[in-house]
């Protein structure tokens, strides 16, 4: 089996290279990453890749160098990852964090084969035209988000007419049990100190605000053709439980596991089959208990503007999308506060929801591509306006 390995260097990507060295059956084709050079040129060396891409394009000849003496293909860029994506594999990875991830993706998916999603953004701004690309192409998608790779699982063998709603758990991050007035003065470092989950500081900073949950709860829409309604989000601390579905008979099937990114992975990696995984088995009489409570959307917002953006049509996922990200960065570069990051994207979508036609149907890629454009421009004027 051929495998490409789409961000390569962060958190997943280092995971699923991890699964794929406890194999001898798995040959490398495409790595790709961003700033870490000297990782990617190691993972490149290690699975003797016949291509590495770095997406900074001022980081090629770094990359060149540290490849110097091999017989692998370097190159750099956005127009370099795309060109890689179209290198035929069995199976890819899409670990891309962000909107930069959208054209790789695509063009991934137009190569048949699996596609293991990693980032959601994909489906939150151009969900049915993934979906419309992976039909036309023959290429299975099998979603990498806990929550998803949970109800997919849960799913396996159902009717899907008998699905009655999905229930998206979320470990509620650092600021659970923090009152709003003390959120409002959350450091970076407190925002993207996860209690539960090792991962990269966007991912991290993202399931502080739980805008990562909301950009879940409209994957979850796309992903599995649900009404808004049939969708619910609990906060649950432990993070065992990674999402249930319900069904009409009364009947729940929850998906459990250890809070290790391997478990999906390796599902994906290993779909349809099944084999083992070097993750921790859950020892019941430890965990003790397990508890629930509702979503709070006064103190985390997003999660009522991800319910406003399914109800906007389908280029809103692209403008919630771009916006956020612009807020996240905002909030990194200490321009704005925590608090900030949700008004922020609340004012962009009114401001956008009235300007533009979000509603419009069968948006192409450069479509997509312009309602971000716009709402980080939004999002910029904001900043400059209400930043401090």
């Known amino acids: 089996m051929r495998a490409n390995v789409f961000g390569a260097t962060g958190s997943v990507g280092v995971n699923t290279l991890d699964l794929i060295s406890r194999r001898d059956d798995i040959e490398i084709g495409v790595l790709t990453g961003a700033g870490n050079i000297d990782l990617l040129a190691r993972q490149a060396r290690t699975f003797n890749a016949r291509h590495a891409v770095t997406a900074d394009p001022d980081r090629y000849q770094d990359l060149k160098d540290a490849l110097s003496g091999t017989e692998v ?45 990693a980032n959601k953004e994909s489906l939150v701004c151009a969900g049915a035209l993934l979906q419309q690309t992976c039909a036309e ?31 998206l758990t979320a470990s509620g991050g650092p600021f659970r049990t923090w009152p709003v007035e003390k959120m409002a003065k959350a450091t970076l470092a407190e925002a993207q100190a996860h209690p539960n989950w090792d991962m990269g500081q966007r991912i991290s900073i993202d399931s502080a605000t739980m805008f990562n949950k909301a950009l879940e709860v409209i994957e979850a829409k796309v992903l599995f053709d649900l009404e ?70 006064s103190r985390f917002p997003a999660l009522r503007l991800a319910r406003d953006v399914m109800n906007m049509g389908e280029m809103a996922g692209a403008a919630f999308n771009g916006a956020k990200e612009a807020a996240l960065d905002a909030f990194i570069d200490e321009r704005i506060g925590f608090l900030d990051m949700a008004a922020l994207v609340e004012d962009v979508l009114e401001t956008l929801n009235s300007d533009t036609s979000l509603a419009r149907k069968a948006p192409s890629l450069a479509d997509i591509e312009t309602i971000d454009k716009l709402a980080r421009e939004r999002s910029a004027a904001w900043v400059a306006r209400k930043g401090h």
């Open 73 to 117: 293909n370097v190159s750099a860029g956005p127009g370099a990852l795309v060109d890689a994506a179209g290198v035929s594999a069995d199976w890819t990875m899409s670990a891309i964090v962000g909107f930069a991830g959208l054209a790789p993706t695509l063009e991934a998916a137009g190569q048949g084969g699996i596609l293991a999603l």
């Open 228 to 297: 808004p309604e049939q969708i619910e989000v609990v906060i649950h601390p432990q993070s065992i439980i990674h999402s249930m579905v319900g069904f009409t008979d009364g009947s729940i099937m929850a998906q459990l596991g250890p809070s290790d990114m391997r478990g999906p992975i390796g599902y994906a990696l290993n779909y349809p089959a099944r084999r083992s995984l070097p993750v921790e088995r859950l020892n019941f009489a430890d965990i003790a208990r397990l508890e629930f409570a509702p979503e709070d959307t």
């Open 137 to 167: 192409n023959g290429t299975t998608l099998v979603p990498v988000d806990s929550e998803h790779s949970a109800i997919h699982q849960a799913l396996c063998g159902e009717d899907s007419r008998t699905l009655e709603r999905v229930i």
